[in-house]
């Protein structure tokens, strides 16, 4: 079972509408939490880095919460344009045996429609 | 270069060939990362260089994969003997830092790999 879930899986919105994707996420001991912008063919980019003493973080129309007592983080759109149609993948970093590893969420795929 | 560079960008393969995947990643980053994306996934760990040191490589799903960074600069991920299971993106990310710090991550554009 993975442990970044993020949802929902897919959606459509208007343009200059709103919209919030949610990640749950089970690992601990927790590092930083991250989300990642990845268009059709392209690499992911980063949109925002939390650490756990972090609750938000916005980038532009993005913003980022993070409530790590219940482990779950949003990505806020506002006011979504045609380009944010992308892929958005929640990455959570953890520190397991001395060392820091990655988990990646199955991202959510966000179409926004004219 | 100003960012992480994969290649080649397309590549097809027919089964039971050999292929090389390079990556060049930004200048003085200490980190490398292999991670393999399936259609409509989030990408998966292979291996994670810093400097020339492959430190983990827990995330290869075979034997038939192997990874290099020689001189702690450019990585070639090498898969031999090709399946169709092993058709997938494969991207490659870079970080100024070790991995899990909050250092960013640059991804390349990705290698898209199609065995036949």
């Known amino acids: 079972k993975n442990q970044v879930e993020q949802s929902p899986q897919s959606l459509i919105i208007l343009e200059g509408k709103n919209c919030t994707l949610q990640?749950?996420?089970?690992?601990?001991?927790?590092?930083?939490l991250r989300w990642y912008k990845q268009d059709t063919g392209r690499g992911p980019v980063s949109l925002t880095i939390?650490?756990?003493?972090?609750n938000t973080k916005s980038n532009g129309r993005y913003t980022a919460t993070l409530d790590a007592d219940t482990k779950q983080s949003s990505l806020h759109i506002t006011a979504s344009q045609l380009s944010d149609s992308a892929s958005y993948i929640c990455?959570?970093?953890?520190?397991?045996?001395?060392?820091?590893?990655?988990?990646f969420g199955a991202g959510t795929t966000v179409t926004v429609r004219a | 270069g100003a960012g992480v560079s994969q290649s080649p960008r397309y590549k097809v393969a027919k089964r039971g060939q050999d292929v090389a995947l390079r990556c060049d990643p930004i200048?003085?980053?200490?980190?490398l990362f292999w991670y393999q994306q399936a259609l409509g996934q989030g990408p998966e760990f292979l291996t994670y260089?810093?400097?020339?040191?492959?430190?983990?490589k827990s995330g290869l799903p075979s034997d038939r994969f192997f990874a290099e960074r020689p001189e702690g600069s450019v990585s070639t991920l090498k898969i031999q003997r090709t399946q169709q299971e092993d058709s997938a993106v494969y991207l490659c990310?870079?970080?100024?830092?070790?991995?899990?710090?909050?250092?960013?991550?640059?991804f390349g554009e990705g290698s898209r790999l199609t065995v036949l």
């Open positions: 260089f810093q400097n020339e040191a492959q430190l983990d």
């Open positions: 990310a870079s970080s100024l830092t070790g991995r899990g710090r909050a250092g960013e991550l640059f």
């Open positions: 939390m650490t756990f003493s972090e």
């Open positions: 200048s003085g980053h200490v980190s």
């Open positions: 990640c749950n996420y089970t690992v601990s001991p927790f590092s930083n």
């Open positions: 990455v959570v970093s953890l520190f397991v045996l001395g060392d820091y590893k990655l988990s």
